[in-house]
């Protein structure tokens, strides 16, 4: 039993890559939707006017985990929107699919339970960047450094309304 059970897994690993390399285009575009968000995979990243690297460099970003909003590819290009509303071209290699939300305009409040009479996890400040690991609903689970909470989807920038993430 223990055999089949390492050749299953084994399996399931190897295929691992060949589905995620499916969803890529011979001309560098992917199957998956548009808009969908991601997250700056580097604490440097380029943000460029077009969509290739003779265009001039609109705005360098220095935050690890940033969400963005894919909104249109070309090739290797993504075009994208940051949490500000500011668009323009990144290099798809600078982007990953690690879902992550942005705290906007003010200190939130993080619950234990995805329920408003839950007792209070902690409080957290605009501009804070946070994993999401789950959304269902109106609320969203998220961490940062250690602690976890619920927050109301509405007050979070990086996932759709009735968007499904994680679980």
């Not at 985990?65 to 500011?86: A, H, M, N, S």
């Not at 939130?108 to 690991?133: F, K």
Request: proline share 7%; charged share 25%.
């Amino acid at each position: 039993m223990r055999p089949a059970r390492l050749l299953l897994l084994t399996a399931l690993c190897a295929a691992t890559p060949a589905l995620a390399a499916s969803e890529e285009r011979a001309d560098g575009t992917t199957t998956l939707p548009v808009p969908r968000f991601v997250s700056l995979k580097s604490n440097s990243a380029m943000m460029r006017s077009g969509p290739e690297e003779r265009f001039p460099i609109l705005w360098e970003y220095k935050r690890r985990g940033l969400p963005l909003e894919i909104i249109k590819e070309y090739k290797i290009w993504r075009q994208v929107r940051d949490p500000d509303g500011t668009i323009g071209w990144m290099n798809k290699s600078l982007l990953t699919g690690v879902r992550t939300g942005f705290i906007r305009e003010s200190t939130r409040t993080l619950y234990v339970a995805p329920d408003l009479q839950s007792r209070i996890a902690w409080r957290i400040e605009p501009g804070t960047v946070v994993t999401i690991t789950l959304c269902e609903t109106a609320w969203c689970r998220v961490s940062k450094d250690g602690q976890s909470g619920y927050i109301l989807r509405d007050q979070l920038w990086g996932s759709y309304p009735n968007e499904a993430v994680g679980g």
